[in-house]
């Protein structure tokens, strides 16, 4: 049974920075591509971050290039998307996915950025 979850969310002020940890199961994880998705209030889920199953080729969603970095750790089977230089705009549910189970969702991580 594939499983996902996430964790690391919050509350931060604007200009500062998270870390969001995305444990999977049931799966080969090695294997698969990863990727992270969110949910700002009122708007459609969209694609932010996606990393190859080796880690070696990652790409961002334009909004935030150059602020945020997904990187995996194989043999702890988690995904990470650190997150710097947060703004409010960045407000949303987290998600983790693997394309290969592109149904399975985790119930997701809140980041909220305030002051």
Known sequence: QVQLVESG???????????LSCAAS???FRGNRM???RQGPGKERELVAAI???????DYADSVKGRFT??????KNTVY???????????????????LFSDVWGQGTQVTVSS
């Open 9 to 19: 969310g919050g509350l931060v002020q604007p200009g500062g920075s998270l870390r």
């Open 26 to 28: 049931g799966f080969i």
């Open 35 to 37: 990727r992270w998705y």
């Open 52 to 58: 190859s199953s080796t880690g070696s080729s990652t």
């Open 70 to 75: 997904i990187s995996r750790d194989n043999a």
């Open 81 to 99: 998307l650190q997150m710097n230089s947060l703004k409010p705009e960045d407000t949303a549910v987290y998600y983790c996915n693997a394309p």
